[in-house]
């Protein structure tokens, strides 16, 4: 029998077994513990095969439980919703006060504030806590973001400081978020600034692929080169890499066999919900996401296609020739400050709820632990990071010196991307919401003082006036009727 463990694991899926082994390699001897049990055999099976790891297996939670050293701390790793209610029922019969459990799912944050208070009533400790990096990460170094009760989180800071993914002159991808739910709502924003990362790197590809005829070669040795420069991160070199794998059942590359629908699990859907409660332009994200409900619907799609090719649409509208060097030079500007507006939507939607709850997140910090392990992990990162240690009170990225002299250098490529796009028929949505962001916000006075008008004609809304205080409301109707008269 072994000795009591320093942790306990819950849930092994994939995501689950590969956050296990990682633990136990770093030293810290593990106790799992799955329903189905023949996971939990198998996940001992793996811990002997990957180095005879200290992973100790259970097929009931009781001798789960006991097998743990107090205070004890489980992590959990099972699907959002109604499964963590269930596995924290399970668990919470055998813990004891002043034990703890850690959700590390990708949980909507009131669903772990509500656990939270309830765990507390037992005497129980709480954390919600982001994993990013996928299978990948959890195996060999994630970006970890708990939150939720701090003494929680000194319980298992010398665990989390090993397991995170380590980036040298930054240190360890975690830290502790702040209280509440708030650990899984940054996670939940990372996942939205994802989205809308993904979603410009297909516009990119489209526009080279579609407009510029880039073949697949062509496409894998650009983004392998735009992974050396201010672009290099995870997203960009796994786009390289798919672009050069060839499709195993049939001629050709894998990537032009793929269906043209793209999936999603929700958290980009709340972060763009998020937005909107508080206020916050998002239009990046919304963009994404929107980009995949259309992508849905492929079947219609394939007959709009039918119905507009007789009216001499096709697939790209015009055959221009275009400078292939330029373009590609011009796409690459365009995608990095798109990508300036998609983030600095994300960090301002965090910062509105930090004021809101009253959770005082540390933006910088947050760009920190962004920077490895986790998906949306780039060189561009440690820039944001510095923006914010320059300027804590930072109103948004695009006014960071460095960030605006940024964008100002690379408009004239982005404009120019944008309008090739539009005129050849291909849609940007995520470049061209990011442009029209940025647009609006650099102008001192945007048309809204006729929409304001509007308000006020049709409902009496009232509004302010530029050269004098005070709220005004006029009889719109009646001056209007009498000057028809």
């Not at 959002?80 to 924290?88: E, L, S």
């Not at 995608?335 to 009253?358: D, V």
């Amino acid at each position: 029998m072994a000795p009591p463990t320093r942790i306990g694991l819950a849930g092994l899926a994939v995501m689950g077994q590969n956050l296990a082994l990682n633990i136990a390699e770093k030293g810290f001897p593990i106790s799992v513990y799955n329903r189905t049990t023949s996971k939990v055999d198998e996940t001992v099976e793996r811990a002997k095969k990957e180095g005879d790891l200290p992973v100790y297996g259970f097929h009931d939670p009781e001798s789960f439980v006991q097998s743990i050293q107090k205070p004890r701390v489980v992590i959990m790793l099972v699907k959002a919703g109604a499964p963590v209610d269930q596995t924290i029922k399970t668990l919470s019969a055998y813990l004891e006060k002043g034990d703890c459990i850690i959700d590390g799912g990708n949980e909507w944050y009131e669903n772990t504030e509500r656990r939270q208070k309830e765990m507390s009533a037992l005497g129980l400790l709480y954390l919600g806590m982001g994993v990013s990096g996928g299978e990948e990460g959890a195996r060999n170094g994630p970006s970890l973001m708990p939150g939720g009760s701090f003494e929680a989180y000194k319980y298992i800071e010398d665990i989390l400081l090993k397991v995170a993914a380590q980036v040298p002159d930054s240190g360890p991808c975690v830290t502790y978020i702040g209280k509440g739910g708030s650990g899984n709502f940054v996670k939940m924003v990372h996942n939205g600034i994802e989205y809308g990362d993904m979603q410009l790197i297909a516009e990119a590809y489209d526009v080279l692929k579609s407009v510029g005829k880039l073949s697949n070669e062509e496409l894998h040795s650009v983004f392998s080169e735009w992974n050396k420069g201010e672009l290099l991160s995870f997203l960009i070199e796994i786009t390289a890499d798919i672009f050069g794998i060839k499709d195993d059942k049939a001629d050709g590359y894998l990537v032009d066999k793929v269906l043209d629908k793209t999936g999603m699990k929700g958290t980009g859907k709340w972060t763009v919900q998020q937005a909107a409660d508080l206020s916050i332009a998002a239009p990046t994200i919304a963009a994404s996401l929107d980009s995949r409900f259309l992508s849905g619907l492929k079947e219609e799609r394939v007959e709009a296609a039918k119905v507009f090719k007789s009216g001499g649409f096709g697939d790209v509208l015009t055959d221009q020739v275009v400078d292939k060097a330029r373009l590609i030079d011009d796409v690459r500007q365009a995608l990095y400050a798109s990508k300036i507006c998609s983030y600095a939507q994300g960090m301002n939607l965090i910062r509105a709820k930090s004021i809101e709850k009253g959770w005082d997140l540390k933006l910088g910090e947050l760009a920190r632990i962004w920077k490895g392990g986790c998906i949306i992990r780039a060189i561009f990162l440690d820039r944001i990071k510095k923006a914010y240690d320059r300027n804590s009170d930072l109103a948004n990225l695009l006014v960071d010196p460095e960030f605006a002299k940024e964008i100002i250098d690379r408009q004239s490529a982005w404009r120019r991307v944008v309008c090739l796009a539009i005129n050849s028929g291909i849609s940007t949505p995520g470049m061209s919401a990011s442009l029209a962001y940025f647009d609006t916000y650099r102008r001192e006075r945007v048309p809204a003082n006729l929409v304001q008008a509007q308000r006020d004609y049709f409902g009496a809304h009232t509004y302010e006036r530029v050269d004098m205080d005070g709220s005004f409301h006029t009889e719109w109707f009646k001056i209007a009727k009498k000057l028809k008269d």
